[in-house]
């Protein structure tokens, strides 16, 4: 399996901004974002489970970002509107092939597959 992040770039406190996972190969159970911010760790943004869509947000993003599936595309979505600068950051996707429970969708050590990373900027 292999995921392909793509979508970031330059955006504007305030603007809009989407990320795409692609994963190659096959569809699996649960789907997440993490980011790693300058000078700091990766921590969770998202996770999306594939079978009921059940959602989990880190409380810094929630009523900003929007995680979905493309069903037609194998593809998890980012949806981050109103960003601001404290959003800049590496932004991975994971995946796994499990169905994880929400207690569980915010753990890295929950995924087994890893994207590249995708660099969003926060400025104006």
């Known amino acids: 399996v292999q995921l392909q992040a793509s979508g970031g770039g330059l955006v504007q406190p305030g603007g809009s901004l989407r990320l795409s996972c692609a994963a190659s190969?096959?569809?699996?159970?649960?789907y997440a974002w993490f980011r790693q911010a300058p000078g700091k760790e990766r921590s969770f943004v998202a996770a999306?489970?594939?079978?009921?869509?059940?959602?989990k947000y880190a409380d810094s993003v929630k009523g900003r970002f929007t995680i979905s599936r493309d069903n037609a595309k194998n593809t998890v979505i980012l949806q981050m509107n109103s960003p601001k600068p404290e959003d800049t950051a590496v932004y991975y996707c994971?995946?796994?092939?499990?169905?994880?429970?929400?207690?569980?969708?915010?753990?890295?050590?929950?995924?087994?597959?890893w994207g590249q990373g995708t660099l969003v900027t926060v400025s104006s």
């Open positions: 999306i489970r594939w079978s009921d869509r059940n959602t």
């Open positions: 190969g096959r569809t699996l159970g649960t």
């Open positions: 994971a995946a796994d092939s499990r169905t994880w429970i929400a207690g569980n969708m915010h753990q890295q050590s929950a995924y087994d597959y």
